[in-house]
């Protein structure tokens, strides 16, 4: 709690100091950065504001917008030592911020992640529909992009692949490609939708997957990847490697 307090206060301590008046704007345009000792105070308050620029923008956009102007008298109160509400107020209202906060982050995801499980079924039952899209019993769905001539791996296999992944609106939140490096792993330790997906695939083939979220990440917000999403992947698979060549090539 006190580090929440102190964030608090350091917060609108940058707000004071970066009051958007006449007399700042002449003191932002005078300060002297020729010393390290200069250059280090400068920084800290730079960092300081660019995490409180972030953080209120957060709050706003989850419905929580922050009065500036008290920030600022708060601040200057405490400075001079003439707060208007004590520290166990302070404590108790930072903590209602606080659940304030929490409960509306959970209502934004759960309202998302419900926008998300509808878009996925309703492309899946779109997609389904072209030709030359397959759907297997547990309702991948596989495109093949171009036919390899050598084995199929099993689950208990260590594979070598290159792959795009992406989300339906075509944004790409990972690449083999784009690192210009193959990624090893073994089947059995990946997502369904590739346990299962790979499985089909001859070496030397490259296949089109869309995967539904049950067989991707689920109602897992990672960040790239919202919960509940459908996702699609290019795959090429280029080997299946015995245990020792896979230990060679970490």
């Given at each position: 709690?006190?580090?929440?307090?102190?964030?608090?206060?350091?917060?609108?301590?940058?707000?004071?100091?970066?009051?958007?008046?006449?007399?700042?704007?002449?003191?932002?345009?005078?300060?002297?950065?020729?010393?390290?000792?200069?250059?280090?105070?400068?920084?800290?308050?730079?960092?300081?504001?660019?995490?409180?620029?972030?953080?209120?923008?957060?709050?706003?956009?989850?419905?929580?917008?922050?009065?500036?102007?008290?920030?600022?008298?708060?601040?200057?109160?405490?400075?001079?030592?003439?707060?208007?509400?004590?520290?166990?107020?302070?404590?108790?209202?930072?903590?209602?911020?606080?659940?304030?906060?929490?409960?509306?982050?959970?209502?934004?995801?759960?309202?998302?992640?419900?926008?998300?499980?509808?878009?996925?079924?309703?492309?899946?039952?779109?997609?389904?529909?072209?030709?030359?899209?397959?759907?297997?019993?547990?309702?991948?769905?596989?495109?093949?992009?171009?036919?390899?001539?050598?084995?199929?791996?099993?689950?208990?296999?260590?594979?070598?692949?290159?792959?795009?992944?992406?989300?339906?609106?075509?944004?790409?939140?990972?690449?083999?490609?784009?690192?210009?490096?193959?990624?090893?792993?073994?089947?059995?330790?990946?997502?369904?939708?590739?346990?299962?997906?790979?499985?089909?695939?001859?070496?030397?083939?490259k296949y089109k997957f869309t995967i539904p979220s049950d067989l991707a990440?689920?109602?897992?917000?990672?960040?790239?990847?919202?919960?509940?999403?459908?996702?699609?992947?290019?795959?090429?698979?280029?080997?299946?490697?015995?245990?020792?060549?896979?230990?060679?090539?970490?």
């Amino acid at each position: 709690m006190r580090k929440t307090i102190k964030l608090s206060l350091i917060a609108a301590s940058v707000l004071a100091l970066t009051a958007c008046n006449q007399e700042a704007k002449k003191e932002q345009a005078d300060v002297k950065l020729d010393t390290v000792a200069q250059q280090q105070a400068y920084g800290i308050g730079a960092s300081v504001g660019n995490f409180l620029n972030k953080d209120l923008a957060d709050k706003k956009e989850i419905g929580i917008e922050l009065d500036q102007a008290l920030l600022m008298r708060g601040f200057e109160d405490a400075l001079a030592g003439n707060a208007k509400i004590d520290e166990e107020k302070i404590r108790e209202v930072l903590t209602a911020l606080d659940e304030s906060v929490r409960t509306k982050q959970e209502e934004k995801a759960k309202v998302e992640s419900e926008k998300s499980k509808a878009e996925g079924e309703k492309y899946l039952a779109d997609n389904a529909k072209k030709e030359g899209v397959m759907v297997t019993e547990s309702g991948l769905q596989y495109e093949v992009m171009s036919e390899g001539e050598g084995a199929k791996p099993v689950a208990t296999d260590v594979v070598k692949v290159h792959y795009k992944g992406t989300l339906l609106d075509g944004t790409e939140f990972d690449s083999s490609y784009s690192r210009n490096e193959p990624t090893t792993f073994p089947l059995n330790r990946v997502i369904p939708g590739w346990t299962e997906g790979l499985q089909l695939m001859p070496v030397g083939s490259k296949y089109k997957f869309t995967i539904p979220s049950d067989l991707a990440y689920g109602d897992r917000d990672l960040g790239k990847i919202p919960a509940n999403s459908t996702l699609i992947f290019e795959v090429e698979l280029l080997e299946i490697q015995n245990d020792a060549e896979a230990a060679a090539a970490e």
